[in-house]
Structure formats: structure tokens, C-alpha cells
């Protein structure tokens, strides 16, 4: 039997307490993301291979929602900065929503059909991503982004796809400032 709780939340480290599960990815593990592969092994190998983002939840399979955190570091890339995989969820009638509550970022968002969006990640915005929207959290300040997101239990993910033929648009830094560029790949 499930018994309510408070879940505390620290907006600036992200810890979720109590949490249930969490995972951690490093720079190594986002092999094939970046535009720049020279750039991401040098990054990988010069610095240490960094932790790029750490995913905390709070999930309980008998219940249909769930929430938890991601901490995403500061970093870049050949340009690109610092991102999380990307992703479809696998029932196509679950959308998510993202609370930023520290730091800056955006959220680069892919319809099934093509159609690019993004929304600004920054503290007091949540973010609402529609069903069948591919979705990724790019950290384009200098401090960690940490946001929460809240989503149905069983979701699931589809990274597959974003994974074979990356997202139509890349975030890079361009004079000191977050640009939106044709991903020349795709
Ligand atoms: C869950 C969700 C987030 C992400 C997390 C890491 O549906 O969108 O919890 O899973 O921000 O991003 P990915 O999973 O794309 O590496
Ligand atoms: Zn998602």
C-alpha cells in the first residue's frame, strides 16, 4: 500500500529526498551527440570525462505518475554545449512537464512531423511537452541547470530515433550567446 509523503526538493542541487532511483551519464557515455567528434574525445579524455547530467526520481510502479530531477553541468563541446540524450516517450499519449528551478538552459523539442520549438529553461518556467514531441535539455549557462520534471510512470523512453539521425537543430555558442544552428548532419 502507498502512503502520502512530502519529497523534499533542492532547487539548487537537485537532491530528491527520499528518492527512489537514480543514474548518472557521463561526457564518454553521450558518444555520437555532439557535432564535433575530435572535440568530444579531446573533452572526454582532457577533462577527466565529466559528468554531463544526473537523473534522481521518485517512481512507484503501482502509480500512474511519477516526478523526480535532472542536474544537468555546465560544459561545451566544439561549441555545443553541454545535453542530455533526447528522447520520444514510447506511449504516444504522454507528454511531460519541466520546472526549471536553478540556473539557464533550453529546451529543444522535435515534433514526429519535424516541426522544431524551443522554450526557455529558466527558474519559474515549466515547460509543457506535448505527446509524440522529442525532447532535449540543452544547459547553455555556466552553473548547473536543475530542473523537475513529472510524467506518467510508464512512459517510457524512445531514444532510438533521435539517437540514429540526431535532432534537426544543434544549440551552440555563438559570441558569448546561445544560438539555434541547421544541424549540418541531419
Ligand atoms: C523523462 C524525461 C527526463 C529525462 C532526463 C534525461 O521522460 O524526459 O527525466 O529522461 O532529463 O534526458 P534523456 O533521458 O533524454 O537522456
Ligand atoms: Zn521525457
Redesign the pocket.
Given at each position: 500500500m502507498l502512503f502520502p509523503e512530502g519529497v523534499a526538493i533542492d532547487g539548487i542541487s537537485g537532491e530528491v529526498t527520499p528518492s527512489t532511483d537514480r543514474y548518472t551519464?557521463k561526457l564518454s557515455e553521450l558518444s555520437g551527440l555532439f557535432h564535433d567528434a575530435a572535440a568530444f574525445d579531446k573533452v572526454v579524455a582532457e577533462g577527466g570525462d565529466p559528468i554531463a547530467?544526473e537523473?534522481v526520481d521518485y517512481r512507484k510502479q503501482e502509480c500512474d505518475i511519477c516526478f523526480?530531477t535532472?542536474i544537468?553541468m555546465p560544459g561545451q563541446v566544439g561549441g555545443e554545449y553541454f545535453m542530455?540524450?533526447?528522447?520520444f516517450?514510447e506511449r504516444k499519449d504522454c507528454g511531460?512537464g519541466?520546472y526549471t528551478q536553478s540556473g539557464e538552459g533550453l529546451l529543444l523539442l522535435e515534433s514526429r512531423e519535424g516541426e522544431v520549438r524551443t522554450v526557455e529553461m529558466k527558474p519559474g518556467i515549466c515547460a509543457f511537452?506535448p505527446p509524440e514531441w522529442a525532447?532535449?535539455?540543452i544547459n547553455t549557462g555556466s552553473e548547473k541547470l536543475v530542473?523537475v520534471?513529472f510524467?506518467a510512470t510508464d512512459?517510457g523512453?524512445d531514444?532510438g530515433t533521435i539517437r540514429e539521425r540526431g535532432m534537426r537543430k544543434l544549440v551552440v555558442e555563438r559570441d558569448g550567446r546561445p544560438a539555434i544552428i541547421d544541424n549540418p548532419n541531419f
Open positions: 551519464k547530467y537523473v523526480g535532472t544537468m542530455t540524450r533526447g528522447h516517450h511531460e519541466y511537452i525532447h532535449r535539455s530542473f520534471w510524467c512512459a523512453h531514444y
